[in-house]
């Protein structure tokens, strides 16, 4: 008996291997940029987020780096996308979840019925839930539970941040089907390099069309190239986008082929740089991205 209060009493003092004292901030290591921000924002100053992935990177594409895997074993509380959306990355933290890790998907409170499962895909579900600003709020009760989990004391400031961090979700969800009233519905055909846009589409009444699949790990061949052009003609759009994290170089050719400009840059699988400020709002926040996808569309497209 002396033995095991003896064995408690030096695993509280030295703490446990990868997990952090009490009286010190989680460390917090997350995948994409969407993911970092929401950790931020529930898990407030009790938290030190290292992310893996800055502006303009893609996940699908993503390779673990040695330092990467350093960060991913080091943090008390790894957090990530989910839905395979971090294709390459998927193994390590597969391996890290069953040598008992605390490894969370963010959507992983997310129905089954609300997301999207398209031929195209394998029998997977499309990963890019944040475009629906309702439909990522949900991944907030997910945050709070498992920082919970690891930091009971910490509880009630993780509730608190979740409240005010869903309910600003929804000021914005409620921001964004104001702002695109104004576009007819006619004029809702969004055309972007590959299909990141679907669950945008359904929220707030888009066609939504991707030169490229769900996935940007296959280049558009010729034949979808040429058939985008045909349908940009054919629809008379006003304008099609480029991506942030997708080579920009195939819907510059289908804009010159089609005549069509280019309406602008959107953020699709990763946010902006932080402290980058347009019309007030920071390009690498969740909030700024989505505010300024929406305005791009709008303007492009009126």
């Known amino acids: 008996m002396m033995r095991h209060v003896l064995i408690a009493i030096s695993a509280v003092?030295?703490?446990?291997?990868g997990i952090s004292s009490g009286g010190d901030k989680l460390r917090v290591t997350t995948t994409t940029t969407m993911v970092s921000d929401l950790i931020r924002n529930v898990g407030g100053d009790q938290v030190e987020v290292t992310g893996l992935m800055g502006p303009g990177v893609d996940p699908h594409l993503y390779k673990a780096s040695a330092s990467d895997v350093t960060k991913l074993q080091d943090a008390d509380i790894i957090f990530y996308s989910g839905l395979l959306l971090e294709g390459k990355l998927q193994d390590v933290l597969t391996r890290l979840a069953r040598s008992k890790k605390f490894v969370y998907a963010v959507t992983e409170g997310i129905a089954h019925k609300e997301l999207f499962e398209p031929e195209s895909f394998g029998g997977h579900f499309d990963p890019h839930v944040?475009?629906?600003?309702s439909l990522?709020?949900?991944?907030?009760?997910?945050?709070?539970?498992?920082?919970?989990?690891?930091?009971?004391?910490?509880?009630?400031?993780?509730?608190?941040?979740?409240?005010?961090?869903f309910a600003k979700m929804m000021l914005l969800h409620q921001w964004v089907l104001t702002r695109v009233a104004e576009l007819p519905k006619a004029s809702r055909i969004l055309v972007t390099s590959h299909d990141a846009f679907n669950y945008f589409g359904r929220a707030y009444d888009f066609k939504v069309v991707g030169l490229q699949g769900i996935s940007t790990v296959e280049e558009a061949n010729l034949a979808a190239m040429t058939q985008l052009v045909d349908f940009v003609k054919k629809h008379k759009l006003k304008a099609i986008f480029v991506e942030s994290s997708v080579s920009p170089n195939a819907i510059r050719r289908i804009s010159q082929d089609a005549g069509v400009k280019i309406g602008g840059e959107l953020f699709s699988d990763a946010m902006g740089t932080p402290g980058q400020l347009e019309n007030g709002y920071d390009l690498g926040t969740y909030d700024g991205m989505i505010r300024h996808n929406v305005n791009a569309m709008v303007e492009a497209l009126k």
């Open 130 to 133: 944040w475009f629906d600003v």
């Open 136 to 165: 990522w709020a949900k991944s907030v009760d997910v945050v709070v539970k498992a920082l919970s989990e690891v930091r009971p004391a910490g509880k009630s400031g993780f509730e608190a941040r979740g409240k005010a961090t």
């Open 13 to 17: 003092l030295l703490g446990f291997p």
